[in-house]
T-cell receptor, first 117, second 113 residues
Framework: DGGITQSPKYLFRKEGQNVTLSCEQN?????MYWYRQDPGQGLRLIYY???????QKGDIAEGYSVSREKKESFPLTVTSAQKNPTAFYLC????????????????FGAGSRLTVL | AQKITQTQPGMFVQEKEAVTLDCTYD???????LFWYKQPSSGEMIFLIY??????QNATEGRYSLNFQKARKSANLVISASQLGDSAMYFC??????????FGQGTRLTINP
């Protein structure tokens, strides 16, 4: 079955450490996204990529970095510069990010919960 | 700028009753999409229904329907014959293009037996 796989599901980090969250999709989607969710709130966009080797900052990109070397993969690194990294991180993909009608449905992974100790 | 407002932080409904979750949007774009997603306690976001701004009819998907009132800028989700498994957070999203989607704050729906 096609879908998005995120790993790890739970991750603990000490302050000052970088961590990388994995996101892999086998849906043949062009566009991929990373969102952050804090308790009781909606999702906020961190980074997105519409095509391989290209990505754009979202609303809260500071302290995060991404790469898109393969169509299937869009890893997110939470750097030590991120002041409050404890959150739930969701990766998503869509067939294309360019549709003006907004008709591209986002498919989400199961999420990764990061806790800073 | 796009803004999505969900005014109901929590809703409690008896099993088998219908429930309406409110969503209002504010945009100056002539073309946009509105989505509803369900987030159970496991955390995964599950797509429920989509409405395009130019669609003439309200969208329906099984027990889910979207009451789209363009003049009032509302896109309420209606769940008919609610089930215990419908208990979850529900998010309304809107925007033009997937990378410009804005999320509402969500409504926590609890179905009582």
């Amino acid at each position: 079955d096609g879908g998005i796989t995120q790993s790890p599901k739970y991750l603990f980090r000490k302050e000052g450490q970088n961590v990388t969250l994995s996101c892999e999709q086998n849906l043949n989607h062009d566009a991929m996204y990373w969102y952050r969710q804090d308790p009781g709130q909606g999702l906020r966009l961190i980074y997105y990529s519409q095509i391989v080797n290209d990505f754009q900052k979202g609303d809260i990109a500071e302290g995060y970095s991404v790469s898109r070397e393969k169509k299937e993969s869009f890893p997110l690194t939470v750097t030590s510069a991120q002041k409050n990294p404890t959150a739930f991180y969701l990766c998503a993909s869509s067939m294309s990010g360019r549709s003006k009608a907004g008709a591209n449905v986002l498919t989400f992974g199961a999420g990764s919960r990061l806790t800073v100790l | 700028a796009q803004k999505i407002t969900q005014t109901q932080p929590g809703m409690f409904v008896q099993e088998k009753e219908a429930v309406t979750l409110d969503c209002t949007y504010d945009t100056s774009d002539p073309s946009y999409g509105l989505f509803w997603y369900k987030q159970p306690s496991s955390g995964e976001m599950i797509f429920l229904i989509y409405q395009g701004s130019y669609d003439q009819q309200n969208a329906t998907e099984g027990r889910y329907s979207l009451n789209f009132q363009k003049a009032r800028k509302s896109a309420n989700l209606v769940i008919s014959a609610s089930q215990l498994g419908d208990s979850a957070m529900y998010f309304c999203l809107g925007g033009q293009g997937a990378q410009k989607l804005v999320f509402g704050q969500g409504t926590r729906l609890t179905i009582n037996p």
